[in-house]
């Protein structure tokens, strides 16, 4: 049973259809990291022209999917809700596998270090267990 549905997740971070890239928060430590989880579908309109014939999911929307889950484990804390989390940095980025349709993507995200309203999260991007992606995210509370 999953900890927050998508509903809830639109609660906590500002993300709408066709962007929200998270469906389910599994696991939650508020201001310290969160577990969610991306069912992948043909029909995420992102595979009409990435590739046609050939669907994988763009690196850049799973790093972003990655990005949401850490802006919910950010957001729950108290002093942060109803604030907004902004992309500010994406290091050491790497991709090990693609991501299709019918993968089920486990978006893990550990916040790292904080320093007023700027932050850094480790995260990790799973297919049954398989690294799929990873890296290290920067962020700014606005």
């Known amino acids: ?53 050939n669907p994988v999911m763009p690196g850049v929307l799973i790093i972003e999917a990655l990005a949401q889950v850490g ?13 907004t989390a902004y992309f500010a940095g994406i290091d050491k980025a790497k991709f090990k596998q693609k991501v299709v349709p019918g993968d089920v993507l486990t978006l893990r995200m550990e916040i790292i270090k904080v320093k007023g309203p700027i932050g850094v999260g480790k995260a990790e991007a799973l297919v049954d267990g398989k690294l799929a992606a990873s890296g290290e995210l920067t962020f700014a509370i606005g």
């Not at 993300?15 to 991306?38: N, S, W």
Request: net charge negative.
């Open 1 to 53: 049973m999953s900890l927050y549905t998508a509903k809830e997740i639109m609660d906590i971070i500002p993300h709408r259809y066709p962007f929200l890239l998270i469906d389910t928060i599994e696991e939650l430590e508020p201001g310290v990291r969160a577990t969610g989880k991306k069912c992948v579908s043909i029909n995420e309109p992102f595979f009409q022209g990435h590739f046609p014939g």
């Open 71 to 83: 802006a919910v484990a950010i957001l729950s804390e108290p002093k942060w809700k109803g604030h």
